[in-house]
């Protein structure tokens, strides 16, 4: 059961979240869920670019090659 200070609580972190995301570099990457299809190959193109050998299950830091 919420109550109205935990409801309250919740929706001033959600308008904080919000806020932030308006704001000019808050996040480095923008997928828009609009199509499935499109949105996994940003997110996939995303993640592979900024981790290099995250999809391929290889880790470097710990001497995968």
């Known amino acids: 059961t919420e ?11 959600a308008k904080s979240a919000i ?3 308006k704001e000019e570099g808050a996040y480095d990457q923008v997928i828009v869920n609009d199509d499935l299809e499109e ?4 997110l996939k193109k995303f993640l592979e670019d900024s981790f290099p050998g995250f999809l391929g299950g290889k880790n470097p830091a710990a001497g995968d090659a």
């Open 19 to 21: 806020d932030y995301s």
């Open 3 to 13: 109550t109205a200070e935990t409801l309250k609580a919740r929706m001033d972190t």
């Open 39 to 42: 949105a996994y190959d940003s």
